[in-house]
């Protein structure tokens, strides 16, 4: 699709519903500007996003949440879940090495949970804002890149 006039990213968005079933999980990439080299393309994904900070890393993945609370059992947590810590609870490193993804409300890259997980390679969301908003057990979307959570499980699309 091509626009000629300043269109706004929703604009350009339910331009493309107009003609494409969109759902979600579905990315949309168009160019801004002047179509000029140094323009770089937008990415938007389609879907309810439950919460976002600043990502670390690069990883788009479905998992389920493991919000740690320092009640939790370390044995009730899965290798692969993606990993919340609050403010407020102890930043358990077990737990760290186990999770796909962490997220944590804290901003900084001092914290246990961004120190361990830098060197533990592993992709993270911090500063996350609503965190509040993640519940254990549900399944979420995380994209890194954007530092974005979304509702439920995102599926990848074959092409053929």
């Known amino acids: 699709m091509y626009f000629d006039e300043k269109i706004s990213d929703t604009g350009i968005i339910e331009s493309v519903e107009e003609i494409y079933q969109l759902k979600i999980g579905d990315r949309v990439i168009f160019l801004k500007g002047d179509n000029d080299i140094d323009d770089w393309p937008e990415v938007v994904v389609i879907g309810d996003v439950l919460a976002k900070g600043e990502g670390i890393g690069s ?23 993606i990993l919340v810590f609050n403010k407020e609870v102890d930043q358990n490193p077990d737990l760290i090495r186990r999770a796909s993804v962490i997220i944590t409300e804290e901003k900084t890259l001092n914290s246990l949970a961004a120190v361990l997980g830098l060197n533990l390679s592993k992709p993270m969301i911090i500063g996350v804002e609503n965190i509040k908003n993640l519940r254990s057990g549900e399944i979420v979307t995380v994209d890194t890149n954007a530092g974005k959570i979304y509702k439920g499980g995102i599926k990848t699309a074959k092409y053929a």
Do not use: A, P, S
């Not at 998992?63 to 879940?81: A, H, I, P, S």
């Open 59 to 81: 990883m788009f993945t479905t998992g389920r949440v493991f919000v740690y609370n320092n009640l939790n059992y370390l044995g009730t947590m899965e290798r692969g879940d």
